[in-house]
């Protein structure tokens, strides 16, 4: 089917291509811009855990949090990190931050999380289905390890909220812990093994496989900076390396970079870069049956092809400091509580920038100030999860078929009020 109709993707993480693949079976001709080829480190979507967290709708900011962030900033292995000189940058966006974390306003976020999360595994089963990213999804359990049943219970809270929007785990103490996985130390005693999530064994590749399929099927990948996104007066442009290219349509899908394409176009979009970490440890000795996150450290242990991955804490910094040695350090430090005899020899280091909104929802959906130019972006720590059925629902609307969830708390003018 060809709908004669151009259209142009402006981020190839996995939003942008989740979206142009979409797009692509919807008979549209697209072209897909990036600086950097899909896969490769600079992107969000390469270095992220890995988990089809389906059922991450408790947000970061919750009843309670403000209390425990100094002891978080000061404890050497604790997960939040901060440039001081950030700060006064910072506050805009994390007033307001901690403002949403009020019970009444994470229950609706939480609402609307579940409404992009809900079948996320099926989404990106269907986005996959006869490509080589297939084969890099695995589906299984994902299991919140604590050192106790105190600690777990402190959590209660979120579980609660998580079991209201359909999730369903087994409580594992430690003997049936070690059962699965002998090698567990101590600072595993419980466990909350939440059923039917997956997670992706190398999300490079799985960038590369989506690219590669794009490609195959006709799609136009074009490698460049992106300098402007122009609503133009009947259709929408991009401007490439110093070349404007006119299109039906307009994708903003560029992570944590979308800020500044967006404020242009004369939206607010208060977008900050949640920094987090990887440390992947090469060979190991042991891997878990399943990911893992650690919830006192705040990390999670994800099984993959090239080893252990360690990846998750939280800096804020700004989108270019360089990346910080400190979460390093504590991965290390604290892998080895897990498994006390663990080795590798090698590792893989890496930092990069959740694109995360004061309410912990994405922007998805249409411009308000640029007609033809649309948003997917701001999935701050669920992105990997939400991009296939972010992509669907974008190339739902620009074809005109109304999206069968509530659109509004996505909506791309949310903050232009504010
Ligand atoms: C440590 C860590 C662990 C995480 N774990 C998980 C997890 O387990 N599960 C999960 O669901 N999510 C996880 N996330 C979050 C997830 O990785 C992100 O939400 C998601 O990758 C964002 O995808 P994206 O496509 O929006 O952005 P990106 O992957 O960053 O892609 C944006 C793309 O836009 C391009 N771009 C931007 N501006 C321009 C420009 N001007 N010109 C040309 N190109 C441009 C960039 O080069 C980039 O390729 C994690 C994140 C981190 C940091």
Same mark, same amino acid.
């Given at each position: 089917?060809?709908?004669?109709?151009?259209?142009?993707?402006?981020?190839?993480?996995?939003?942008?291509?989740?979206?142009?693949?979409?797009?692509?079976?919807?008979?549209?001709?697209?072209?897909?811009?990036?600086?950097?080829?899909?896969?490769?480190?600079?992107?969000?979507?390469?270095?992220?855990?890995?988990?089809?967290?389906?059922?991450?709708?408790?947000?970061?900011?919750?009843?309670?949090?403000?209390?425990?962030?100094?002891?978080?900033?000061?404890?050497?292995?604790?997960?939040?990190?901060?440039?001081?000189?950030?700060?006064?940058?910072?506050?805009?966006?994390?007033?307001?931050?901690?403002?949403?974390?009020?019970?009444?306003?994470?229950?609706?976020?939480?609402?609307?999380?579940?409404?992009?999360?809900?079948?996320?595994?099926?989404?990106?089963?269907?986005?996959?289905?006869?490509?080589?990213?297939?084969?890099?999804?695995?589906?299984?359990?994902?299991?919140?390890?604590?050192?106790?049943?105190?600690?777990?219970?402190?959590?209660?809270?979120?579980?609660?909220?998580?079991?209201?929007?359909?999730?369903?785990?087994?409580?594992?103490?430690? @003997?049936?812990? *070690?059962?699965?996985?002998?090698? &567990?130390?101590? =600072?595993? !005693?419980?466990?909350? #093994? %939440? $059923?039917?999530?997956?997670?992706?064994?190398?999300?490079?590749?799985?960038?590369?496989?989506?690219?590669?399929?794009?490609?195959?099927?006709?799609?136009?990948?074009?490698?460049?900076?992106?300098?402007?996104?122009?609503?133009?007066?009947?259709?929408?442009?991009?401007?490439?390396?110093?070349?404007?290219?006119?299109?039906?349509?307009?994708?903003?899908?560029?992570?944590?970079?979308?800020?500044?394409? @967006?404020?242009? *176009?004369?939206?607010?979009?208060? &977008?900050?870069? =949640?920094? !987090?970490?990887?440390? #992947? %440890? $090469?060979?190991?000795?042991?891997?878990?049956?399943?990911?893992?996150?650690?919830?006192?450290?705040?990390?999670?242990?994800?099984?993959?092809?090239?080893?252990?991955?360690?990846?998750?804490?939280?800096?804020?910094?700004?989108?270019?400091?360089?990346?910080?040695?400190?979460?390093?350090?504590?991965?290390?430090?604290?892998?080895?509580?897990?498994?006390?005899?663990?080795?590798?020899?090698?590792?893989?280091?890496?930092?990069?920038?959740?694109?995360?909104?004061?309410?912990?929802?994405?922007?998805?959906?249409?411009?308000? $100030?640029?007609?033809?130019?649309?948003?997917?972006?701001?999935?701050?720590?669920?992105?990997?999860?939400?991009?296939?059925?972010?992509?669907?629902?974008?190339?739902?609307?620009?074809?005109?078929?109304?999206?069968?969830?509530?659109?509004?708390?996505?909506?791309?003018?949310?903050?232009?009020?504010?």
């Amino acid at each position: 089917m060809d709908s004669g109709l151009k259209i142009g993707v402006v981020g190839a993480g996995i939003m942008g291509l989740s979206t142009a693949l979409w797009l692509q079976r919807d008979g549209y001709d697209v072209t897909l811009f990036d600086r950097v080829e899909p896969g490769s480190g600079e992107q969000t979507s390469y270095g992220n855990a890995g988990i089809l967290a389906r059922t991450a709708v408790v947000p970061v900011s919750v009843p309670g949090l403000l209390r425990h962030v100094p002891s978080m900033l000061l404890d050497r292995d604790g997960p939040l990190f901060l440039r001081w000189s950030y700060l006064p940058k910072l506050i805009p966006w994390i007033i307001p931050f901690l403002r949403n974390g009020k019970e009444s306003r994470v229950r609706q976020i939480a609402g609307a999380l579940d409404t992009i999360l809900g079948d996320s595994v099926d989404q990106h089963l269907a986005l996959s289905k006869g490509t080589a990213a297939a084969a890099l999804i695995e589906t299984g359990n994902y299991a919140y390890v604590y050192k106790d049943r105190a600690g777990f219970e402190k959590d209660a809270w979120g579980f609660a909220l998580r079991r209201e929007h359909g999730a369903e785990w087994e409580e594992w103490g430690r @003997a049936k812990l *070690l059962e699965q996985d002998p090698n &567990l130390g101590e =600072e595993a !005693g419980f466990a909350a #093994v %939440l $059923k039917d999530h997956g997670w992706i064994r190398d999300p490079g590749a799985y960038l590369a496989a989506l690219l590669e399929t794009f490609r195959r099927e006709g799609g136009i990948f074009n490698l460049g900076e992106i300098s402007e996104v122009l609503p133009g007066a009947e259709r929408p442009s991009v401007t490439v390396s110093g070349e404007t290219h006119m299109f039906d349509h307009v994708v903003v899908a560029s992570g944590v970079w979308s800020r500044r394409l @967006a404020e242009k *176009l004369g939206h607010k979009v208060p &977008l900050e870069a =949640e920094r !987090g970490y990887h440390l #992947v %440890l $090469k060979n190991p000795s042991h891997m878990p049956p399943i990911p893992y996150m650690l919830s006192d450290a705040k990390f999670v242990l994800t099984p993959m092809d090239g080893g252990l991955r360690c990846a998750g804490l939280v800096e804020f910094g700004g989108v270019d400091a360089p990346a910080s040695d400190a979460p390093l350090r504590i991965f290390e430090r604290r892998i080895k509580r897990i498994y006390p005899t663990l080795t590798w020899d090698g590792t893989e280091s890496w930092m990069g920038r959740r694109p995360s909104t004061p309410d912990s929802l994405p922007l998805i959906g249409q411009s308000t $100030k640029a007609k033809g130019v649309w948003f997917a972006f701001g999935a701050q720590h669920i992105g990997l999860t939400s991009g296939p059925k972010t992509g669907r629902l974008v190339a739902d609307m620009i074809a005109g078929r109304t999206p069968n969830i509530d659109m509004t708390p996505f909506a791309t003018d949310r903050f232009d009020k504010a």
